[in-house]
């Protein structure tokens, strides 16, 4: 059974720093685009950020350029998204990807494996 479990959510305030985590089981994607989406309530989900397969190129919304950072450790088969200067407007459930498309991608209907979602609450 293919699995990915995000874990490092949690409640922070306004400026701190988060970093979340995401790491395969049941199949390795180390030659697979992967990204972080996130759905905040009654929104719906939307793309954070990607990576290639190994991490040398990337690709960010812009609501979060220059503030998170995803990268991976094939290795490990995990996936992280380093978020930094938080802002309450960045509080949602965040989801990890993977696609078996080539190319980065940022629909969220190009994502065939997803995770459970971790929560990320910043407060104000």
């Known amino acids: 059974q293919v699995q990915l479990i995000e874990s490092g959510g949690g409640l922070v305030q306004a400026g701190d720093s988060l970093r979340l985590s995401c790491a395969a089981s049941?199949?390795?994607?180390?030659?697979?685009?992967m990204a972080w989406f996130r759905q905040a309530p009654g929104k719906d989900r939307e793309f954070v950020a990607a990576t290639n397969w190994n991490g040398g190129s990337t690709y960010y919304a812009d609501s979060v350029k220059g503030r998170f950072t995803i990268s991976r450790d094939n290795a490990k088969n995990t996936v992280y998204l380093q978020m930094d200067s938080l802002n309450p407007e960045d509080t949602a459930v965040y989801y990890c990807?993977?696609?078996?498309?080539?190319?980065?991608?940022?629909?969220?209907?190009?994502?065939?494996?997803w995770g459970q979602g971790t929560q990320v609450t910043v407060s104000s």
């Open positions: 990807a993977a696609t078996t498309k080539f190319g980065l991608k940022y629909q969220p209907t190009d994502y065939a494996y």
């Open positions: 049941g199949r390795t994607f180390n030659t697979n685009p």
